[in-house]
Structures are given as C-alpha cells and as structure tokens.
C-alpha cells in the first residue's frame, strides 16, 4: 500500500467514519495473561460479501479499493459495512506474483453483483480475533506471530484465510509508512488429540 490514491482513502474514511461496530462478532473468551488479553476466540455467522478479488503484490489495495467502491456505486451495491481484506496465502512462503488476496464488505445474501465484483460466503464461523493499532510492517508481523503462537499454545489449528479488518483510515506517517487500526481474524478449530 506504498502508493495509495488520496481518492480510495477518502472514500474509505467516508464509508469507515459511518458505520458501527460489527454486531455479528460474539465473544466466546477472553485470555487472563496481559499480553494475552487483546487475543480473542469468537463466533462469526456465516455472511455474503461483495469483493474484487486480486492477484499479486499488496502494493494493489489502492487500486483495489478504488476498483471495489467505484462498482459498488456503479451497481448501486451498499458499501456501508467495514471493508476487510482477506488473504489466502502466507506471503512468506508464496512468491509475490502468485500472492491471492481480495477486498470486499459484507452484503445481504440477495444481493446481485456484476464483474469484475464476485458475490462469496465467509463460511468460517469459528475465529481468533486482536485487535492492532500501528503500522503495517516487522511490528505487525510480530502480532501474527504472537497470534499463531498463542492458537498453538491453546490447543486451536488454524483452519481458513487470514482476515483484516480495516477499523480506521489507513493513514501515512512522516517517513511515508502507512498504518491504522485493523482486527486480524483467523479461522481456527480444535486440534485433535
């Protein structure tokens, strides 16, 4: 997201700035460790969301973004739900070209899409959930590796894609890094024994 258009981001914060927390989340447990305690387990309801769904670098959300919310007026579509991104692969072990991710909000399940936009279900109803504020990079990096060790250590197995929620405006610091608040989801379910 190094080169991010002030257009997509003003449409974000217009979209962000409007709407409520997402009432489907339900807290199931809260870890008593310090560290710990910003790492829940939750249950999602299974939702239709709309996406552009992408293919490559993550230097694109700009231009995915500006792409989503530019169909979704174009197809009269309501975009005032949170934005989220949602990630398939684990960049650290898959080349950057073959990276596939997507951009997309929750719709109602009769909503029609035309493309480039795709109608899909998150069907994952089972997920850990912290909440981050800072910027997007090794710090991050270290809140997924805290998450992943804390599903480890908590007898879960990660169990679907990676979710960013985008909880405010990405905004970019005096050194041109970008950064904000997002909740990281990650679909888990019980290891076996």
């Known amino acids: 997201m190094k080169h991010v258009s002030l257009f997509a981001f003003l449409i974000l914060f217009l979209i962000i700035s409007t709407i409520p927390a997402w009432a489907q989340d339900e807290d199931l447990e ?8 910003l790492i829940q387990v939750k249950e999602i309801a299974p939702y239709s969301y709309c996406a552009i769904v992408m293919t490559g670098s993550y230097d694109k959300h700009s231009e ?8 979704a007026q174009y197809q009269y579509i309501d975009a005032d739900q949170i934005p989220f991104g949602i990630y398939w692969n684990d960049p650290s072990n898959v080349p950057i070209e073959e990276l596939s991710w997507e951009l997309g909000f929750a719709v109602p399940d009769t909503q029609k899409v035309e493309e480039p936009l795709v109608l899909k279900k998150w069907n994952f109803p089972l997920v850990v959930s912290r909440v981050y504020e800072g910027a997007y990079d090794d710090n991050m990096n270290a809140v997924y590796g805290e998450i992943f060790g804390w599903i480890g250590q908590n007898n879960y197995v990660p169990a679907g894609p990676m979710q960013q929620k985008f909880l405010t405006l990405p905004q970019q610091d005096d050194e041109g890094h970008w950064g904000g608040t997002i909740e990281i989801i990650i679909p888990v379910e019980k290891a076996e024994k």
Request: hydrophobic fraction near 20%; aromatic fraction near 12%; charge should be negative.
């Open 30 to 37: 809260t870890p008593s460790n310090t560290e710990e305690s």
């Open 64 to 71: 995915a973004f500006q792409t989503l919310y530019e169909q």
